[in-house]
């Protein structure tokens, strides 16, 4: 598989290239535009949350709900938009696959690694930004958020290649995808804290850490970690142990879902080649 793509390095990198030009093509603000989109989606959650929920700031005293959310927002962008059009990427590029002899796994790829470019730059821009206005200070450890997301980038590879074979044999998978990701999305600790889910399980009496067996919640608190940083006293903090339990998870997962994703790839690829 490596070898195969490696091969094909300059197709794909021509194909990263086509979907970052003709997203925002013929839009007037053109490739801000993937800055300004998850910018304006954050306003709007911090507003409706910290103004009309009147979310408690004794769950965030030591951050801005704002900065909290960016570090779970963002990723997520990476994770739903790779997943959405990296899901559709054979199905929008059949001709191509007609007339080009190349591994098929490259098209869904370009489509991941293009999101992953937007991100990073999503970060680049908005994490100083949000750091000026709030005043805080930026930690050398955000350099620990390239090796997150790409991690990441390795877990939603893995999806996408075993979903996007999938679904040119049956549509359903998109509009399940979509399900599926609403409900990921919401048990996710994007908009709360880890506190939280964790609280609700120990209620119910089962350990907390079943919380980390959601990957993206180990990526989300370490990249909260990498920006922010996390006082000995605030009330979402986990212990170390719990912490590196979650990372550890995290990124086994990533390492395991392209190897996974691949071979369930393998077996429809014919199929799914003639179904086009």
């Known amino acids: 598989m490596i070898k195969q793509i490696w091969s094909y ?25 993937s800055l300004l989109r998850p910018f304006l989606a954050m306003v709007i959650i911090a507003g409706v949350f910290t103004v009309i929920a009147e979310m408690p700031h004794a769950s965030f005293p030591h951050i801005s709900y704002f900065a909290f959310l960016l570090c779970g927002y963002l990723p997520w962008t990476l994770l739903t938009g790779g997943l959405m059009e990296g899901t559709q990427a054979l199905l929008m590029n059949a001709q191509l696959i007609k007339k080009v002899a190349c591994p098929r796994v490259i098209f ?22 949000t750091c ?10 955000c350099l620990f958020l390239l090796p997150l997301l790409i991690c990441e980038t390795f877990l939603v590879i893995g999806v996408v290649w075993a979903l996007s074979g999938l679904n040119v044999l049956y549509r359903d998978v998109t509009q399940i995808l979509d399900f599926l990701l609403l409900a990921w999305f919401y048990s996710t600790p994007i908009l709360y804290s880890m506190n939280m889910p964790m609280g609700v ?12 067996l959601n990957p993206m919640s180990g990526m989300i608190y370490a990249a909260r970690w990498a920006c922010f940083g996390l006082a000995e006293n605030a009330p979402w903090r986990m212990p170390s142990g719990t912490f590196l339990f979650g990372l550890s998870f995290f990124v086994a997962v990533s390492l395991v879902a392209p190897v996974v994703g691949y071979a369930i790839f393998r077996r429809v690829e014919t199929r799914a080649v003639d179904a086009l």
């Open 201 to 212: 399980l120990g209620r119910w009496g089962l350990p907390e850490w079943l919380v980390l």
């Open 132 to 141: 000026l206005v709030f005043g805080y200070p930026i930690r050398l450890s």
């Open 9 to 33: 390095r300059r197709l794909l990198r021509e194909l990263v290239r086509r979907d970052l030009r003709t997203r925002y093509k013929v839009s007037i603000l053109g490739f801000f535009w």
């Open 108 to 129: 869904p790829l370009g489509v991941v690694l293009s999101h992953l470019v937007n991100t990073f730059l999503a970060f680049v821009v908005l994490l100083p930004l």
